[in-house]
């Protein structure tokens, strides 16, 4: 299989033509049009280096909502009301929270400023959203991504304090699910994010999934 270089035209090659760790192709820009038409064929941008790179790995990490997991400690957290939870009330800030966090085992960050810039558009058009924990007015915690139909394309999450993006993400998970959301896409594996529930697909199955719900 080789590597597919994009250009100016906004397209894609079949998913299935990805290499064994998922990437499929290089290049392109981060145009609300390309960036939507990649989530509504499985595929995802993440940065390495200054190109943008596209990925669509097999098998794919997901949660479907009906199986969120809260432990009793989470549940208990949840219960004292001392974290307050909001949407899209600083959809910037989450995400420069996220492109600032230093993680273990990264040396940088995927987020680009680029990459920034076209994520707070989204936002403005509609499609990116956030999830937020809040406590004494500040917020400590939160997600973002994109909500296409039933599906949430996760990106990225942050925590200034202990559980504060747990809390982000199972009382997103539970909105969502009132909303009619069914599928959330987590992309990649994360202990994190499986202790919530999410688990491993086939891509196959992914995108057939896809095809029905976004």
Not at 39 to 53: A, C, E, H, R, T
Not at 83 to 101: D, G, M, Q, W
Request: proline share 4%.
């Amino acid at each position: 299989m080789a590597l597919y270089a994009l250009n100016e035209s906004i397209w894609f090659p079949p998913v299935e033509e990805a290499l064994p760790d998922g990437l499929l192709a290089m290049g392109g820009d981060l145009s609300v049009e390309r960036i939507l038409l990649a989530y509504k064929q499985g595929i995802f941008p993440w940065y390495d280096g200054d190109i943008p790179l596209w990925w669509c790995p097999n098998p794919r990490f997901v949660l479907f909502p009906d199986e969120l997991k809260v432990s009793k400690s989470m549940k208990a957290l949840i219960k004292k009301n001392a974290l307050e939870f909001r949407i899209n009330h600083s959809f910037a800030e989450v995400i420069n929270y996220c492109k600032e966090t230093k993680r273990e085992g990264q040396d940088g960050t995927w987020i680009k400023d680029d990459v920034e810039a076209a994520y707070n558009n989204l936002h403005k058009m509609g499609f990116a959203h956030s999830a937020e924990t809040w406590k004494d007015g500040k917020l400590v915690g939160g997600l973002y991504g994109v909500r296409l139909g039933k599906v949430f394309f996760g990106e990225s999450m942050f925590s200034n304090e202990s559980n504060a993006s747990k809390f982000a993400f199972i009382k997103y998970v539970e909105q969502l699910k009132k909303e009619g959301v069914v599928l959330i896409d987590c992309q990649i594996y994360t202990e994190h994010l499986e202790s919530l529930g999410a688990k491993m697909i086939m891509r196959q199955q992914f995108i057939q999934l896809l095809q029905h719900i976004v």
